[in-house]
C-alpha cells in the first residue's frame, strides 16, 4: 500500500455519501464543511453540520454495512479517503495505550450498532 492518502474535492451541493449505500469508506474532512441527514417520511432532517478535522462515514470502518445517512458538501469541501486497512496500519503503528483504548472504542461502538438494529427489528 502507498503511503498516499486519497483526497478527493466536492464542490457544493455535491452528494458524498448516500443513505442506505453499502458503507466501503470513511472520510475525513481537510478543509470545507458538510452537512449530514436523513430523508423522514418525506424530509430531509439535518443531523450534524461537520468541519475541517471531522469524520464521516465511519460506518464503514465499524460494520462495512451500509450508511445511515446522506453527506452533502455545503461548500467546496476536500476530503481524505480513510478504508478499514488504512485505518487498521494507523492503529497497529500507534502506541500500544492508544491501540488498546481505539480498539475497545470500536468495539463498543460495533456491539452498540448491532443491538441498536436487534432493537429496530
Known amino acids: 500500500m502507498s503511503d498516499a492518502l486519497e483526497t478527493f474535492i466536492f464542490p457544493e451541493g ?12 470513511a472520510y475525513m474532512i481537510e478543509r470545507g ?3 449530514v441527514y436523513i430523508n423522514k417520511d418525506g424530509e430531509q432532517v439535518d443531523l450534524a453540520e461537520l468541519e475541517e478535522d ?15 445517512a446522506n453527506v452533502e458538501a455545503i ?7 480513510i478504508t478499514p486497512e488504512i485505518l487498521d496500519i494507523k ?3 500507534c502506541d500500544p495505550m492508544l491501540r488498546a483504548l481505539i480498539r ?9 450498532n448491532k443491538r ?3 432493537l429496530k427489528n
Open 14 to 25: 455535491r452528494l458524498i455519501i448516500e443513505e442506505g449505500a453499502p458503507a466501503i469508506e
Open 33 to 35: 464543511k458538510v452537512r
Open 54 to 68: 471531522e469524520i464521516f462515514g465511519e460506518t464503514a470502518l465499524f460494520t462495512g454495512s451500509e450508511y445511515g
Open 75 to 81: 461548500e467546496e469541501t476536500t476530503v481524505v479517503k
Open 91 to 93: 492503529i497497529r503503528l
Open 104 to 112: 475497545m472504542m470500536m468495539k463498543r461502538q460495533r456491539d452498540t
Open 116 to 118: 441498536l438494529a436487534e
